[in-house]
């Protein structure tokens, strides 16, 4: 499989530590007393410590967000010298998006002209442009499709991340939200190299309830557990999905022989952590240099995370043709994946 071309785009707001937590006391004003805000925002300023963000790209409440992963196809395009009609296959992967019906890759279709495609969207959390890498190369092997858009916009995110809370108790599920940022990206591929990428998705579902954005008719499915909360924000035990996804990347990495065997000139993640990502690479042997952060500059930008730290990687220059590049995801569900390619 070859990566013809990978690019993003952000929104131009950008938000750093300090204005998110004006931006939380502001909401919440009224609601607590003060000393009560003070230590929401000692433990969420600890939290963001730890996790390594410092700044995250957002659109405000109301203004669209469309643009950016249209921006990103159309300059992937360009950049792989692709015409609308080359494109036969789109997948929509990611979390973003504006409605559950039609596909989102109707729409991405729609609006660039890919009348000789068919798509539709994989959802599978963080780990969904990992799963949409996977679903491609599986496609192209078979010989189905020749060239393979994958799009996604983790952007107004806003509609899901309300930093208004009702009692301190929140706080350990609400902390995820004070990490997201938002970028869209495109990636298009190719069956163009016969090598193929090694890629492994595990799930474990004891922890499906672990972070998650309910649907109003939650209750209908899940009563007793993701029915209770409120729908439409965005929930995490950052600490459970975070310490079970390090304990799995690293069995997984270690009972596969390809992984174990490999030698990496690069490597990227989901960017939840900076933390979490120098334990892993500390267990797994791997050289902290040869990591790309996102994380400080972008915060957790969701499944956007690896297509957005490469297209970054290629802009300065880390990351090269034929380097053996190595990529880890820790998802809701929670599902893990690792994939190791030539790029």
Known sequence: MKFHAIKHAVPELVIDNDQALMMFRDRNHGHFSEQDLDEMERKIRAGLELTGIKKRHITPPGLPV?????????????????????????????????????????????ELGLTKATGFDILDACASWMRGLDTAQAFLEQGHFKRVLLVNSEAGMSAFANLSL??????????AIFTVGEAAT?????????????IRLRSFP????????PLSNAACYAPDTIGKLDPGRFYAA????????????????????????????????????????????????????????????????????IPLAMSLALEKGQLKRGDRALAVVGSAGVTIGLASFTF
């Open 206 to 213: 004891e922890g499906f309830d672990w972070c998650l954005i």
């Open 66 to 110: 469309g643009h950016l992963v249209l921006d990103a196809a159309r300059r992937a395009m360009q950049e792989a010298d692709t015409a609308p009609e080359d494109i036969d296959l789109v997948l929509y992967v990611g979390i973003g998006r504006g409605w559950l019906e039609p596909a989102m890759a109707s729409w991405v279709q729609h």
């Open 186 to 198: 495109a990636t298009i591929l190719s069956n163009a190299n016969p090598e193929k990428p090694h």
């Open 238 to 305: 950052s600490d459970k999905i975070v310490s079970t996804s390090i304990r799995r990347i690293v069995q997984t990495y270690r009972s596969d022989d390809h992984f174990n065997h490999g030698a990496y000139d690069i490597f990227f993640s989901h960017s939840a952590s900076g933390k979490a990502i120098e334990i892993i690479a500390a267990q797994l042997g791997l050289p902290i240099e040869k990591y790309v952060s996102t994380h400080e500059e972008y915060g957790n930008t969701s499944s956007a995370s």
């Open 166 to 175: 009702t009692n301190t108790t929140m706080m350990e599920q609400a902390f």
